[in-house]
């Protein structure tokens, strides 16, 4: 049974630190690209980072670089998402993604809010 479970996700304060988690289970996780999607109220879903299976690049959202880095752990099958200097506009439901050819797999989202 293919799963991804976000974990991680609270209220911080601006300017703080949040870590999220994805652990991935039931499929190759190693030959998976993975993305973190994030979605506020209103808002159509976006793409905030993204690392690839094999060679590892990353890729970030304009509104993200230099806050936010994208990392995997292939041993582990966890994808992490560390969010530094957190703005209110980060306020979101995050969401993990795996993608292999035609297979597509989503987590159930973790609450992520800023605010004071």
């Known amino acids: 049974q293919v799963q991804l479970v976000e974990s991680g996700g609270g209220l911080v304060q601006p300017g703080g630190s949040l870590r999220l988690s994805c652990a991935a289970s039931?499929?190759?996780?190693?030959?998976?690209?993975m993305r973190w999607y994030r979605q506020a109220p209103g808002k159509e879903r976006e793409v905030v980072a993204s690392i690839s299976s094999v060679d590892i690049m990353t890729n970030y959202a304009d509104s993200v670089k230099g806050r936010f880095t994208i990392s995997r752990d292939n041993a582990k099958n966890i994808v992490y998402l560390q969010m530094n200097s957190l703005k209110p506009e980060d306020t979101a439901v995050y969401y993990c993604?795996?993608?292999?050819?035609?297979?597509?797999?989503w987590g159930q989202g973790t609450q992520v809010t800023v605010s004071s």
């Open positions: 039931g499929f190759t996780f190693s030959r998976y690209f």
């Open positions: 993604n795996a993608k292999f050819a035609s297979d597509d797999y």
